[in-house]
């Protein structure tokens, strides 16, 4: 009996780590470019910390999986049932926890400190010119908070690219892109005002796919960083 | 009877006109182009020029343009339909496989099939149609559970409904079908799930197949040495997309799509016959009489599933029969209708995987262009320089129109491991680059020698097919709902209007009460415009 109880366990440790190896292939190519090779996040968060933002159970990975996460980034992925269930094998076999060492209440003053609220929103307060980061410690990895701290041109999104033209006056008039068709743009001005207007009327318009944020790669210690890091990389949903 | 109630029976029979659709025999599909008050066939006519010869609306009066009508449909899935008009009653597809019968001067309707779906439906790029056939009085409609069938064109009742594949195998069907004679000819979807596509040919009255003709030879069959070992079992190759009919020489011309794995050609070495390509079909027995391949050995979900534009022209000092096509890999081609020999090819939009076409319209690869694990910038992007939408081509300017991408992908590649129903693609491109999101434009070309005639530029890149004119116009529309016609001359905006949904339809033109109207379906309705009274 013992035997049997033996072998029963080794042909469900095969059946797992071929779910491993084939969810492993899977995910390098469907997931890994959000994800990271091995789970270890950046644009999008960490799968391999064994923490889910969105729920832990398989039943909650395998419909995040199946039909994306509303309100994120996250796509839904089409393959059947069994192969999602690959993939989670996979995911539930990484182990990578975030590396930062940094403390959530240093990180908070400096928040307040160093202006971070006059464009960007964490809970009640902030402003509007930069991404809202009440929630951003689920949708991005510790290294993509750092990388966006030190070299914010790196990875911009469209909605933050910068419009620019001259009015009737010669005055540069800037803003942040909100849309943008064959004939029209949407921005919002540097006085989170909202605009929009014909193309075809605007003199030297045009849209830089930059970022407008400083870098703070001088400005603060590496502790810092860590500490500032740390505090948005808490900014979760209570 | 006296007179008086003979009279009285008359006037009501005047006054009850019926607008019932009369018989759409196969003589008047034959004539489809010559029919300018109605929309017969998916493309206008067995050439396909997508051209309507109406010119009550042209260039010095659309800016009169107003809607008419407008129908919705209850779906949030994408509407790809183009709407066929038979005397006064329009028939049209909503996602993901109902067919509609409205009223073309109002848009009210008379009848609705709504299928009952299995699930889960597999299907690659969203449960969608676009759009029916008609013979006699009865409507044939592909479904995405891979079925055709037969409706009443007057009340929409089922006549018959026959399983052309599995759906549980990744097989679907969202191409509109075609009329040849006194069949039905429906291609199959399912590129991405590792089917063996084919070509079939139902007849109209039963249901019964006819002919099929398989896209990948099977073992022993001309062309199958372009597969290796199994490989051809799970090679793709589907006919997504209507093709053309050539009565006179009685072949039916129709696009191959992509061989499957995708972006992952490493268990299909070899050319891969007949994926991505033109073939041409005996309409009576389904034999290949000839095939053109654009991409051999395609690593980057290139389908020739491109609608052939047939038309006969001088080249080289003698009447021929050629096929225009520009194809999703970026070149556009001139083939011979009667032998599919190559006699013309070039790029039409930006490309960076080849040097060029050799004599026999070959492409000349260029080094380190196919998909690699860390991926490979090239352009065109995966949905091609173009794609599904159909391009035009109109006799009054002798010009092609087309709606064009501008963009570029990361290809990637990775796993291919074969299971029936799932995706068998090896990896998935990053399609847009939030760096470089490219755009859009609809393009016309001289179409004997590719050159670029104009260019209306759009922001974003398109979904939509273009339609062109007896007013020497083009409407075609836009991802950012804009509805749009343009001078067929020289690509000058004459009017526009914002849909508010994203277009990823055809246009139809057709005339109702003396009247000329145009239709697209954007966001989840149709349109319906004409000159304001």
């Known amino acids: ?238 | 009877m006296n007179i008086r109630h003979f009279a009285s029976v008359c006037v009501s029979m005047i006054w009850l006109q019926p607008a019932a659709p009369a018989q759409v025999t196969y003589d008047r599909l034959l004539h489809a182009a010559e029919d300018n008050g109605n929309w017969i066939t998916y493309s206008g006519s067995y050439r396909s020029w997508r051209y309507s010869g109406l010119d009550q609306i042209t260039r010095s009066n659309a800016a009169r343009l107003k809607i008419e009508w407008v129908y919705q449909m209850p779906t949030a899935l994408m509407v790809e339909t183009t709407p066929l008009v038979v005397d006064g009653i329009m028939y049209l597809t909503e996602p993901p496989s109902n067919v509609v019968a409205l009223d073309a001067k109002t848009g009210r309707q008379y009848w609705k099939y709504r299928r009952e779906l299995p699930k889960p439906i597999n299907v690659c790029c969203g449960e969608v149609n676009r759009g029916v056939a008609i013979l006699g009085d009865r409507v044939f409609l592909g479904t995405v559970d891979a079925h055709l069938v037969a409706l009443d064109a007057k009340t929409g009742a089922v006549l018959w409904d026959v399983a052309v594949a599995d759906h549980k195998t990744g097989h679907s069907i969202t191409v509109a079908p075609l009329i040849v004679k006194d069949m039905v000819v429906c291609g199959i979807s399912g590129g991405e799930y590792g089917i063996r596509g084919f070509l079939d040919a139902y007849d109209a009255a039963t249901g019964k197949r006819r002919w099929r003709f398989w896209t990948i030879p099977e073992p022993g069959q001309p062309g199958s040495d372009s597969w290796p070992g199994d490989a051809w079992k799970t090679g793709g190759a589907p006919t997504w997309v209507t093709g053309s009919f050539d009565a006179e020489q009685n072949i039916i011309i129709w696009g191959t799509g992509n061989p499957s794995p995708d972006w992952n050609g490493d268990s299909r070495r070899g050319e891969n016959l007949y994926s991505d390509s033109a073939i041409a079909l005996d309409a009576d027995t389904g034999k290949l009489k000839w095939h053109f391949q654009f991409v051999p050995h395609d690593v980057h979900d290139w389908d020739a599933t491109q609608v052939p534009v047939l038309v006969d022209a001088e080249w080289g000092g003698h009447p021929r029969k050629l096929v225009y096509w520009a194809h999703r890999n970026g070149f556009y081609y001139v083939l011979d209708r009667e032998n599919g020999h190559f006699l013309f090819g070039t790029p039409f939009a930006k490309q960076t995987w080849a040097k060029g076409l050799d004599s026999a319209g070959h492409p000349i690869r260029l080094p380190n262009v196919d998909p690699s694990p860390e991926g490979t910038y090239i352009w065109p992007g995966v949905q091609g320089a173009t794609n599904w939408y159909s391009p035009s081509y109109n006799p009054l300017t002798k010009l092609f129109y087309l709606s064009v991408w501008e963009n570029r992908s990361v290809y990637r590649k990775g796993e291919q491991e074969y299971t029936a129903g799932n995706r068998y693609i090896g990896s998935v491109p990053l399609i847009d680059l939030p760096e470089d999101l490219g755009h859009g434009a609809i393009r016309a070309l001289n179409p004997h020698t590719g050159e670029r005639v104009w260019d209306y530029k759009l922001h974003t890149k398109p979904w939509a097919g273009v339609l062109s004119t007896g007013g020497k116009l083009v409407f075609g529309g836009s991802d950012e709902g804009y509805f749009f016609a343009l001078d067929a001359e020289t690509g000058k905006e004459v009017w526009r209007q914002n849909l508010g949904g994203i277009i990823r339809a055809n246009p139809v033109s057709y005339l109702v009460g003396g009247r000329q109207f145009v239709s697209i379906a954007a966001g989840s309705a149709i349109f319906t415009f004409a000159l304001e009274r």
């Open chain 1, 1 to 238: 009996m013992r035997t049997l109880v033996l072998l029963l366990w080794a042909t469900l440790l095969g059946a797992q780590s071929k779910d491993v190896a084939a969810g492993e292939k899977t995910f390098r190519s469907h997931c890994a470019p959000c994800h990271g090779l091995r789970g270890e996040g950046g644009r999008g968060p960490n799968l391999a910390s064994g923490r889910f933002y969105h729920g832990s159970s398989d039943a909650d990975l395998l419909k995040n999986i199946s039909e994306g996460i509303p309100g994120t980034e996250m796509p839904g992925l089409f393959y059947m049932e069994d192969r999602i269930r690959q993939i989670i094998a996979y995911i539930r076999s990484l182990h990578v926890s975030e590396q930062n060492t940094g403390d959530v209440m240093r990180g908070a003053a400096l928040f307040q400190s160093k202006g971070c609220t006059a464009c960007h929103r964490a809970g009640a307060q902030g402003g509007r010119l930069g991404p809202d980061l009440s929630q951003i410690g689920t949708m991005r990895s510790v290294e993509h908070l750092r990388q966006s701290l030190i070299d914010p041109g790196a990875d911009v999104q469209p909605r933050y690219w910068v419009v620019s033209f001259q009015d009737a006056d010669g005055h540069e008039i800037q803003g942040f892109l909100m849309n943008e068709d064959t004939y029209t743009v949407q921005f919002m001005d540097l006085r989170e005002q909202l605009h929009s207007f014909e193309k075809a009327a605007l003199r030297n318009y045009k849209v830089e796919k930059i970022s407008k944020m400083p870098s703070y790669r001088d400005s603060l210690t590496n502790e810092q960083v860590n500490d500032l890091v740390q505090y948005l990389s808490s900014l979760r949903p209570h």
